[in-house]
């Protein structure tokens, strides 16, 4: 026997619980004609999940739990399963708003099937997620403090219910993923007599590199350990936490007791699965799961569904890119004009007198290789009237007892020309065009703050700024060779050294550019950044006197060979833990939100407080002790 | 029989454990000499506490473990109590990382008194805040988790503990705060036989207008029920999320069992306080509490103090302001003035053909008062540089098949204006004179960005975006008349019609200005923002059709008045609406970080997705049905 089962990967419109309804509703229509008797719906599903507190408005729990009951009226015929926010008006949360629970909602025969022990017609989540960009705790009651609550065991609340078709083991995303929880709500499901007929794990589980094929490995383990075939349901779309996006891949699937899938569809793609589950737990139905890392091509596609939908939110349809010739910018503009069209982007070039004819060209052999508008806006005569204005300009009280006079730097007039770029020019242009302007900042510059503040930061997303310089080199090649199967993005941008071009001192014809040596900082910074346990300068200098540092660190090169003396070593180290602790910190502060691809994107997902800089005493005391070494060497 | 007691307020360095520990010896070493026998410092005095995911650094979690013993070294012939992070390097957190408690330890006789249960040379905090600011879920593991683990009960657990200066009852910090949870730490502790002879809660609490107040009342209340005194310790300094600031004022007191109480000094200073605690429960030995509302004194002293600490940790010394002769900026330059000084204070006048001359007077009037440095640079000259450039441009593709004609509207070119401000002139002046440039948005402009992107929104700083428009006249008000004694921001600029004066729609002297109400305005948007249950306009409208919207949100007016037709009403509802959900909230997330002084600070208080404009259904209906009667009469 089978249970005609259809998985449903909804694109979830987050904090939007009627128009999530409507669409449910014909889902659910749908499956009734075509004679499904199970339907999955994911997590949150009616309300979105990632939607900030938007939980404290009780207008919008009570539009979820209206559109609850909408649903729980569908069911008649068919067995529907999703996610809602569970709300108990008799009692409070910790916070003292009224109580929500992050629930999974069973309704059949126009009926929600109540839990035996908590009477309440949803189940609760037990495990709720407290790291990266999750916020579980801020507003949902979890199953342990109810238990705790009411005195009851978890035993006796993680149980199966039954249902028309059959005994289901349900549980919500985190449930999932025990490994590091002192509780198991999959085992004390499998521990229950009568064991589930079948698993359903309802998840509302963003995109991050590699964690799909974590997800195989442990979810067709669990099949396989459970001895019943487990539902995955995901849903797609982006949800964000304002600085932060998220992209939903879905990648929904069900396995079979041999830790075999049924997959479903596309990532990033909302679709529907239709599936005869077989009740008998023997029998097996999928294929073997693949296990592979994502490559470039996943967080390529992750990034262009990100902005694509991001755009969507904006109601934006055009695209404005300040075009340096660079690789970050031509990389932008290639992702974007895959989005709006060429017709639909437009790439200034704006130049002054540090730019070389070499990236003047290349931009604009960009812009020719896209077929997307182009423009040479060139800034002399702006900053000339701010250098005009401001450097030189003696200025006093009004009762004239003091005066000084302003002096503008190079390094300052560095920056205003960055500004006069982006909040002068860019702005203005991007306004006239009906279009949204882009900031084309990679990861490794979001780190150290290689970007001006009003100035090349600006943009209404970052879609580059989860992706290392390396990476960013490896999506352009990879998007000339499998995306356009032609040279868009010039060779001559991909080869060039990578400059500001705001001085002399950063003329690419002679060679020169940025003070970063990329495939050394990338993975430097990767450490500080987006290790689970971070490192800092302490670790670095730590293996970098015993000699680990570049297998640590996971460089392919060589240390000393970058920097020939100790001091060298550490000057480096210090000069950009400062830049990333302090003005990096600051500028990232007013930045554009970033698509996050990977674990730790800036923003939401690594939360930072405005520290100052500082090194630990034990950093100190290593620094020390070498240096001395060194002096009496 | 008494405890000679010292409560140390100290101001604590966040992510500074040396440095804190360094000052927290000194203090012991001079309890010591005065014959102290219990010393208490506040919750996570060590590390600090808002210190975002340097939690996640094992480099950091070390250095702390090593100053507690430090501390513990220190605590020969003295109680002392203090708090620190409490690791466990055998367990790991539910996120995988190492076991980090927020925890109370107890040192004498330079050992660490163990819990005779949990057998940690620490007591676990109980309940962990996850509301407002507070992310300690995260990072955390609590005292329920811990029982839930162990199989043990929370009576077993939260227990007096045996020192040589009596049994004393510990708490942390949001373990006093019970009224939403369904475990009273406090109640435990009195529950138990003996009875502890002394209350002692460590806490580490932002300011937040009108909390004190509430903690005097909630806790002289514990100690009247628990017939104990109880000695509460807070520190000061200022701590942050990045995008928000939080001060801390310390007032740290002792209840005596009337609930009486002995205060430690002036908020927002660090102090000691020494004090004799009779061990006789029956001795009273304070003054009964005053509660009252905190005025906008206090709101100004924590503004102060915050600006004042941040600006040490950005090393900054000197501040440029853009005066406008508006409120907002005068007021934002008062404040200044009082923190560098008017040799270390630039006004920046930066007229285009908009500005009348009344408001330049009063910039400049304002730089008199101040006497502080005062300079006028016009932005008429770039200003036509960039409309000479962009309007009017036409771009086309390279390959010449499409081509279109930039145009910019008036509404644009008055953000020109905005930018060529802040990002050309301010940003660059600034710099010259070596010094940090302020936002000076307020509450009411951040929460419907009515302020420009790369304009002046831009600072180092905001330090009036949590006050709304009214709050930031009765400031200036006060400032003069109790600060400084005499008219120093000019009455004409408390006078004068607010306006941003961008185009002749906005001339002062013909007493056009901004498109808020302020008086309606700041009311409506604070039942949005600042309510513990956030309104929306779904509220506003049934307020509005039951008459009882005024009442509702305390507006002291006639909505009639406002808005003779329902049509007018909706109408401004949704335009405000639309702008604080869409372009509003995009321009908080690239806005500077924000000084928290009320429920709900935006940033990373009040916590916000990009989710576009969105109504509820109910909304819908109501207005539709409104609509609909208002066409039949």
Redesign the interface.
Same mark, same amino acid.
Not at 239 to 243: D, E, L, S, V
Not at 616 to 619: G, P
């Given at each position: 026997m089978n249970i005609k089962t259809r998985i449903e990967q909804l694109k979830v419109s987050? /904090?939007?619980p009627?128009k999530n309804t409507e669409k449910i509703i014909k889902k659910i229509e749908l499956a009734k004609q075509d004679g499904i008797e199970l339907i999955v719906f994911s997590e949150m599903v009616v309300p979105?999940y990632?939607?900030?507190?938007?939980w404290?408005? &009780? $207008?919008?729990i009570?539009?979820c739990q209206?559109c609850g009951e909408m649903i729980r009226e569908a069911s008649d015929n068919i067995t529907v399963i999703f996610g809602n926010v569970g709300v108990d008006w008799e009692k409070?949360? +910790? #916070?003292?708003?009224?109580r929500k629970y992050n629930a999974l909602f069973i309704a059949e025969n126009r009926e929600f099937i109540h839990h035996p022990v908590t009477n309440y017609p949803f189940l609760i989540k037990t495990?709720l997620?407290?790291?990266r960009e999750f #916020?579980d705790?801020?507003h949902f009651f979890d199953l !342990?403090?109810f $238990? %705790? +609550?009411n005195a009851k065991t978890l035993e006796e609340l993680v149980i199966p219910i039954k249902t028309s078709v059959g005994l289901l083991g349900c549980v919500l995303c985190e449930d999932a993923w025990d490994?590091?929880?002192?509780?198991a709500p999959l085992k004390l499901l499998a521990n229950h007599t009568p064991r589930p007929d079948l698993f359903i794990n309802i998840s509302c589980s963003p995109f991050t590199a590699n964690k799909n094929h974590k997800r195989n490995r442990v979810f067709s383990n669990h099949a396989h350990n459970l001895k019943r075939s487990f539902i995955y349901v995901n849903n797609t779309g982006i949800?964000?936490?304002?600085?932060t996006i998220f992209t939903f891949d879905g990648e929904s699937c069900v396995y079979d007791t041999n830790g075999h899938t049924v997959e479903c569809g596309a990532p990033f793609e909302e679709c529907s699965l239709s599936i005869d589950i077989p009740m008998d737990p023997d029998e097996s139905f999928g294929k073997p799961v693949s296990l592979k890392d994502d490559g470039i091509d996943m967080l390529y596609k992750a990034i262009n569904y990100g902005a694509s939908e991001f755009m969507k &939110?904006?109601?934006g349809t055009r695209i404005t890119i300040g075009a340096s010739g660079g690789i970050d910018s031509a990389l932008s503009a290639a992702i974007y004009s895959r989005i709006v069209g060429? +017709?639909n982007l437009?790439l200034v070039n704006m130049p002054s007198r540090y730019n070389s004819n070499t990236t003047i060209s290349l931009a604009?052999q960009l812009? +020719?290789n896209l077929?997307?508008?182009?423009?040479e806006?060139p800034i002399e005569?702006?900053v000339n009237?701010?250098t005009t204005?401001? #450097?030189n300009?003696t200025?006093?009280?009004?009762?004239g007892n003091?005066s000084?006079t %302003?002096?503008?730097?190079d390094f300052?007039k560095e920056?205003?020309q960055a /500004? #006069?770029r982006?909040?002068?020019?860019l702005? $203005?242009?991007s306004?006239?065009?009906n279009s949204l302007f882009t900031c084309n900042a990679n990861k490794t510059e979001f780190t150290v703050g290689y970007s001006t503040?009003?100035?090349d930061i600006?943009g209404?997303l970052a879609i580059l700024a989860d992706l290392w310089k390396l990476e960013v080199y490896e999506m352009s090649e990879y998007l000339n060779k499998e995306i356009f199967g032609r040279e868009v993005i010039p060779q001559g941008s991909i080869d060039l050294v990578p400059s500001a071009e705001l001085s002399s001192a950063q003329n690419v014809d002679e060679g020169k550019g940025d003070p970063l040596i990329y495939p050394y900082h990338d993975k430097l910074f990767k450490s500080w950044v987006e290790w689970?346990? !971070?490192?800092?300068p302490?670790?670095a200098l730590e293996w970098y006197i015993n000699g680990s540092l570049a297998q640590k660190i996971d460089y392919n090169g060589d240390i000393k060979a970058l920097f020939p003396t100790p001091k060298e070593f550490i000057d480096d180290l210090e000069r950009w833990w400062k830049l990333y602790q302090g003005m990096g910190?600051?500028k990232?502060?007013?930045?554009?939100?970033v698509i996050a691809v990977k674990r730790r994107a800036f923003g939401?997902d690594? /939360?930072?407080?405005?520290?100052?800089v500082?090194f630990?005493?034990?950093?100190i005391q290593l620094k020390n002790e070498l240096l001395a070494r060194a002096l009496n060497k």
């Open positions: 987050p /904090r939007n009627f979105g990632l939607i900030g507190d938007e404290e408005r &009780l $207008a919008f009570r539009e209206n409070h949360n +910790e #916070d003292g708003r009224v495990l997620p407290n790291y #916020d705790s801020r !342990r403090k $238990a %705790l +609550e490994s590091d929880y002192a509780v949800q964000n936490n304002g600085k &939110l904006c109601y060429p +017709e437009l604009k812009a +020719e077929g997307c508008f182009y423009a806006i005569d702006s009237v701010t204005q401001v #450097d300009l200025i006093s009280n009004i009762a003091f000084e %302003l002096k503008l730097t300052m920056n205003v /500004r #006069d982006s909040s002068r020019i702005a $203005a242009a306004n006239a065009f503040l009003y100035g600006c209404f689970w346990n !971070r490192a800092t302490e670790e910190l600051a990232r502060i007013q930045a554009p939100p939401f690594k /939360r930072e407080s405005q520290l100052g500082r630990s005493q034990k950093y």
